[in-house]
């Protein structure tokens, strides 16, 4: 007997223990409150800890996870920063990186399309946590150089993407 995804019922609920079990694993800080169909949780990076988000969506049906960077851009570097937001970008598979100019933030986010489902797969779950977690790693310093030490969008990805052969 095989069973089809409609032979299969499970509930937002499920999805969200199933991503609970998966922090829990990660050991990662995570609080979800009664009724939400969100989990707010601690993203463990080289660079700190920052605040993440997962979300179940009904329409379109959807897994959103995000990760706000603890990085703090002034309004007048908006250009600089979405310049190098879309340097990024072109060097990322899964996930992208945005500037929420009204909040003010710069975040990771990535989603999973849910079509025909209500649950992501545990390979899904650890793969949306990897991305951010090596995305952050990797340019949360581009973001830094450009806002703190001034350097444009080019330099500030030239740093960061600078790498070393051997051993020392």
Known sequence: MSLSQTDIQTTETEALDLIEDMLEAAGWQHEREDGDESIQCICPTRWG???????????PAALHFSVTLDVKPQAGKRAALAELVMLCNERLWLGHFDYWSEEGVIIF???????????PTLGEIRSLMAAAVDSCDRFVPAFNFLVWA?????????????ETLGEA
């Open 49 to 59: 800890e920052m605040g993440a988000l997962f979300a179940l969506r009904r329409e």
């Open 109 to 119: 986010r990535h989603a999973l399309p849910m079509l025909d489902r209500d649950t």
């Open 150 to 162: 001034g350097k444009s969008p080019r330099e500030a990805m030239d740093a960061v993407m600078f």
